[in-house]
């Protein structure tokens, strides 16, 4: 069997086409993928391979400029011999590298970040490491809800309120979900809120305040990142903040929380005192209603993790 692509060079040089095209043919032939599939098709013949020649000089070039680093005419794409109707042929098969960036593409499309870096795509519930019992329960309320909104998403899911000191890892966990249920196909947002309500401030003058609540209200999974951090107008508490919670808890759509507050001292820190100083502790309690049916609060306590990797 060693023999046969030798054999069959010999062969084909006997016609004796020229000079060019023998070492051509010979090039071809020594081809180590050229011969082992001659081999596995024994069935054809040598004016079949002879007639298919173009496919298989097709087959080595590319090959090789793939292999060169070089341009090739369908990049991501590599070439694989097959018969089709008695001919040999060569079909383009994506290359894993060319799959795996298809799937990221398709992930990162699923999931959103709104204002916040792009290294918190990374984040991986499989790395969340748990060394005290307050991440061991914020990972497992996690697994929870993925669990169950994904295998009944008509079904309403509490969403989590983290909660905990700066630097303890409330964005990371959010992050870990929202690429979990990216991964089975969810659509998730995760907006870091002091940005946001900056961004909501300059839609007024653009007209697009609207079309923005609209969007960020409709999102299967919506995940608010450092509720609290900034100072809140009435307005974005009552006209944006409001109306995205109500929405979401008519919809039932599942809704999670990070903040340095807990629910209470968000309340009364954060959603009672406006930014003119005043006190409208009934707007707040309307708001913190809200939060609580959409989300369980969770808290996380531990040292602060950044700067440690
Ligand atoms: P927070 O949002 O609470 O301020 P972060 O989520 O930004 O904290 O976490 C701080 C740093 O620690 C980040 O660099 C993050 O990647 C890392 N980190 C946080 N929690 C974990 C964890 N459980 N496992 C691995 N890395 C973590
Ligand atoms: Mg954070």
């Known amino acids: 069997m060693e023999d046969l692509g030798k054999n069959l060079t010999e062969q084909m040089l006997k016609n ?140 309403f899911c509490k969403g989590l309120y983290l909660c905990g000191s700066f630097g303890v890892g409330k964005t990371y966990l959010l992050a870990g979900v929202a690429n979990r249920l990216a991964q089975k196909g969810v659509q998730v947002t995760l907006i870091h809120m002091p940005s946001f309500a900056v961004e909501m401030k300059g839609s007024i003058s653009k007209n697009s305040t609207l079309q923005k609540i609209d969007e960020i209200k409709k999102v299967p999974v919506l995940m608010m990142d450092d509720i609290g951090a900034d100072q809140m107008s009435s307005w974005f508490r009552d006209d944006i903040l409001g109306v995205i919670l109500q929405y979401r808890m008519q919809e039932g759509l599942p809704t999670f929380f990070s903040s340095n507050f807990t629910m209470e001292q968000l309340q009364e820190n954060y959603l009672t005192i406006n930014s003119r100083g005043e006190a409208e502790p009934m707007k707040a309690m309307r708001i913190m209603e809200r939060i609580a049916f959409l989300a369980d609060e969770v808290n996380l306590i531990g040292e602060n993790l950044r700067n440690s990797n």
């Open 16 to 155: 004796n086409w020229g000079q060019r095209y023998n070492a051509l043919i010979k090039e071809v032939l020594a081809d180590k993928d050229v011969q082992m599939f001659i081999r596995s098709h024994d069935k054809l013949t040598k004016d079949d391979i002879l007639k298919s020649f173009s496919k298989l000089y097709e087959f080595v070039n590319v090959k090789r400029q793939i292999a060169a680093g070089k341009e090739v005419f369908i990049p991501g794409y590599s070439p694989n011999l097959i018969i089709s109707d008695h001919h040999i042929e060569v079909e383009y098969i994506p290359t894993k590298e060319l799959l795996a960036k298809q799937k990221q593409i398709e992930l990162n499309r699923r999931f959103k970040i709104i204002s916040l870096p792009k290294n918190v795509r990374k984040a991986n519930l499989d790395d969340y490491f748990t060394n005290n019992d307050d991440r061991r329960v914020a990972l497992l309320k996690s697994l929870e809800f993925i669990e169950k909104y994904t295998a009944n998403k008509n079904e």
